[in-house]
T-cell receptor, first 115, second 118 residues
């Protein structure tokens, strides 16, 4: 069975600083990988996804993630954090084949941004 | 972008009663919807997959007789928590896939429904 680990429960950064949120996955085949952001009162919003091809994926809001098969990782990065980025971030892996929509989520990382 | 709504956004009920939660795709048709459950400070866990016109498929460990799912149309799926108990209190989130294939489609999430069972 697949699993996702986000080692950092809570991260605090200063506005303007760079950000990296870690995600490690366990899956037997080529994974479908996702990063979502959850803000209070709002539904999960997709930041980016990886299915195949270029291992560096660009997403919305200036985020990017790099798929590293050798490390089973899909870390999310942003070069300069804005106060509006404060939220909870979830990494997820989708099952293969026709079950790609069935997602297994990591525990989430809460991002706090200091002015 | 595509919007998924849920109703109600929060509900409080007495133990033993049943509660229905609606999930609607507002501006697209979704042949497949998913229901997730999120406990406080924990991750989302997939409960079941809802397919229009067919029976839902449940994840291992999820009681299908307790969590009744109906996907009556391409824009509506409902989750009914039957004979609710305090341990059913949770945040229930639905999602819908805008079809287009695994490399192009996107799963859109509703804002969630907070259920509190007294």
């Amino acid at each position: 069975a697949q699993s996702v680990t986000q080692p950092d429960i809570h991260i605090t950064v200063s506005e303007g600083a760079s950000l990296e949120l870690r995600c490690n996955y366990s899956y037997g085949a080529t994974p479908y990988l996702f990063w979502y952001v959850q803000s209070p009162g709002q539904g999960l919003q997709l930041l980016l996804k990886y299915f195949s091809g270029d291992t560096l994926v660009q997403g919305i809001k200036g985020f990017e993630a790099e798929f590293k098969r050798s490390q089973s990782s899909f870390n999310l990065r942003k070069p300069s954090v804005h106060w509006s980025d404060a939220a909870e971030y979830f990494c997820a892996v989708g099952r293969g084949g026709t079950s790609y929509g069935k997602l297994t989520f990591g525990q989430g990382t809460i991002l706090t941004v200091h002015p | 972008g595509a919007v998924v709504s849920q109703h109600p956004s929060w509900v409080i009920c007495k133990s033993g009663t049943s509660v229905k939660i609606e999930c609607r795709s507002l501006d697209f048709q979704a042949t497949t919807m998913f229901w997730y459950r999120q406990f406080p400070k924990q991750s989302l866990m997939l409960m079941a997959t809802s397919n229009e016109g067919s029976k839902a498929t449940y994840e291992q460990g999820v009681e299908k007789d307790k969590f009744l799912i109906n996907h009556a149309s391409l824009t509506l799926s409902t989750l009914t928590v039957t004979s609710a108990h305090p341990e059913d209190s949770s945040f229930y989130i639905c999602s819908a896939i805008l079809a287009g294939g695994p490399s192009t489609d996107t799963q859109y999430f509703g804002p969630g429904t907070r259920l509190t069972v007294l």
